[in-house]
């Protein structure tokens, strides 16, 4: 509580403090040396002033704004998904994982397959079978958050759909009218932003070109 109440100068005057006791004490204890208080309190004041002058000087970099979780609404889960593909080996992950309004694991599992090399698919394909397992366990009140911005898309979207996932995403929606309540929310996680963004690109690119070879299929038809 003594922490938590005093402002950053003081806790660093502490910190400091701490410091000089422990680098005193190990003196004694391997040195056999005995410090007087008064150093103590010397360097402590003087390696203070030192950092608060500096501290002064030098550019902080401002914090990021702190994640507040909020809590679901009574009797709703939320179902995180994220689908991972190895083109070395030629494998797609499907990993989900269900909390509830306390934020207690639910339930969570993963799929393993070599049917796809897409990543809008694999991502999909997530979709779906997190859905499929939350069901399976009871949950009818979802919430399923994942980091596919063109999937979320794709899945939200009522106008007809040209991308190589279609199939997938009609199978999503489809497959949601069995739960009593189900949104479909996009986050982005950690440390991947610049990652997801050059993704979107390219999987929108995919979309550009899979739905003009589809409309050319039909115009020669």
């Known amino acids: 509580m003594f922490a938590l109440s005093i402002d950053s100068n003081r806790k660093c005057e502490v910190a400091i403090a701490i410091w000089a006791l422990w680098f005193s004490r190990n003196k004694y204890v391997h040195e056999n040396k005995m410090q007087h208080a008064k150093e103590n309190v010397t360097f402590i004041r003087g390696f203070g002033l030192g950092y608060q002058d500096s501290a002064l000087n030098l550019k902080h970099s401002k914090p990021r704004a702190m994640v507040k979780w909020i809590p679901l609404p009574q009797g709703w889960v939320k179902i995180k998904v994220d689908a991972g593909i190895s083109v070395a080996k030629n494998c797609v992950v499907l990993c989900f994982i269900i909390r509830n309004e306390e934020g207690l694991i639910m339930g969570s599992g993963f799929k393993s397959h070599h049917l ?11 979709v779906f079978h997190g859905l499929q397992f939350a069901l399976d366990l009871g949950f009818t009140r979802v919430i399923l958050e994942s980091d596919s ?9 009522t106008n007809e759909d040209y991308s190589e996932s279609r199939h997938f995403t009609w199978d999503v929606k489809n497959f949601a009218k069995s739960f009593h309540s189900c949104y479909f929310q996009f986050t982005v996680r950690k440390g991947i932003e610049r990652h997801t963004k050059w ?5 929108e690119l995919r979309r550009i070109c899979y739905g003009l070879k589809m409309r050319l299929r ?3 038809k």
């Open 116 to 126: 796809t090399g897409s990543v809008v698919i694999a991502e999909t394909m997530v």
């Open 149 to 157: 911005r063109l999937g979320v898309h794709n899945i939200q979207q």
């Open 199 to 203: 993704r979107v690109v390219a999987c």
């Open 218 to 220: 039909k115009w020669w």
